[in-house]
């Protein structure tokens, strides 16, 4: 049976007659109407499920298009349910909460909610699926950071044995630690993901040093003008003060370093 037949049994009689009538050329799902169906110019079926009966969302699903609605009764369409479901699948497992949990009092509440979304993003990329439209979302909702925090969510810097909770026990040792300097020290390490590089004992001196000249060279050739080393732990921040120092005698560079009394903080900032 075709869609337009499907539909004749969703309307009343006078409607019926209004649809036979007419040429459907393309369907439109926005809610734009006064009633369930409208005919727009040029032959768009325009259908507002708000205005649909339950039992006219009952038949819309079970003889059409096997819909889903979402919690406010929207109707999704098939592209829509498909995300909806995607998302259901891989919602924050136990272990997740416990770094939602952890993060809740800490970051801005944006921060925090994009994280929960970036979060969910990993799931599914971890179980090898399509995140686009998952990533296209946040970065659409949080435009400054979302693709940058989505990434180091993937990357685990958010976990609990990772950067981001390493760098809130180093600031809480500090002597006037202030959760308003760590919020910060966040969003400005998140937003700063493509002109940052983190100095980790994961990786030989020689790889950070070569990122570190790679980094600098791309980044002069696009025009940037800055570039950020950050490292946590004591053993760090001596590898990126002597990282540092191979750009002593550089005069086309402008180094600032922020490091705290007990040395176990550092950024360092080449601007050029």
Same mark, same amino acid.
């Given at each position: 049976?075709?869609? #337009?037949?499907? #539909?004749? $049994? ?9 649809? *036979? ?10 809610? =734009?109407?006064?009633?369930? /169906?409208?005919? %727009?110019?040029?032959?768009? &079926?325009? +259908?507002?499920? $708000? ?30 349910? =498909? ?6 699948? =891989? ?12 993060? %809740? ?11 929960? +979304? ?6 599914? /990329? ?11 979302? +946040? +970065?659409?909702?949080?435009?400054? /950071? ?23 026990? *180093? ?20 937003? *700063? ?22 980094? &600098? ?14 490292? &946590? ?18 005069? *086309? ?18 601007? /050029?």
């Amino acid at each position: 049976m075709k869609i #337009l037949d499907k #539909l004749m $049994n969703l309307v009343d009689a006078k409607f019926k007659e209004v649809l *036979s009538k007419n040429k459907i050329i393309l369907f439109d799902f926005s809610r =734009n109407t006064k009633n369930l /169906f409208e005919i %727009k110019e040029g032959g768009k &079926l325009s +259908i507002d499920m $708000n205005k649909a009966t339950e039992e006219q969302k009952k038949l819309f699903k079970e003889q059409i298009i096997d819909a889903e609605f979402d919690d406010a009764g929207n109707f999704l369409t098939s592209r829509a349910n =498909n995300k909806t479901r995607q998302i259901k699948n =891989n919602l924050p497992t136990e272990s997740d909460e416990e770094i939602l949990n952890f993060y %809740k009092d800490k970051l801005s509440y944006d921060m925090w909610k994009a994280l929960e +979304i970036a979060i969910t993003i990993r799931n599914s /990329f971890n179980k090898g699926e399509d995140i686009t439209d998952l990533k296209r979302d +946040i +970065i659409h909702k949080y435009p400054v /950071f979302g693709n940058n925090l989505s990434n180091l969510t993937t990357q685990g810097y958010f976990d609990l044995d990772r950067h981001f909770k390493q760098l809130y026990e *180093s600031m809480l040792e500090d002597e006037g630690f202030d959760i308003v300097n760590y919020r910060k020290k966040v969003e400005k390490i998140v937003e *700063s993901l493509p002109y940052i590089v983190f100095i980790t004992r994961y990786k030989t001196y020689d790889e950070l040093s070569g990122e570190v000249k790679f980094k &600098l060279t791309a980044l002069k050739k696009y025009g940037t003008g800055i570039l950020l080393l950050h490292g &946590l732990g004591t053993e760090n921040v001596s590898t990126a003060l002597a990282i540092t120092d191979e750009y002593k005698d550089d005069e *086309s560079i402008r180094i600032e370093k922020e490091m705290n009394l007990k040395r176990t903080i550092i950024t360092v900032t080449f601007r /050029f």
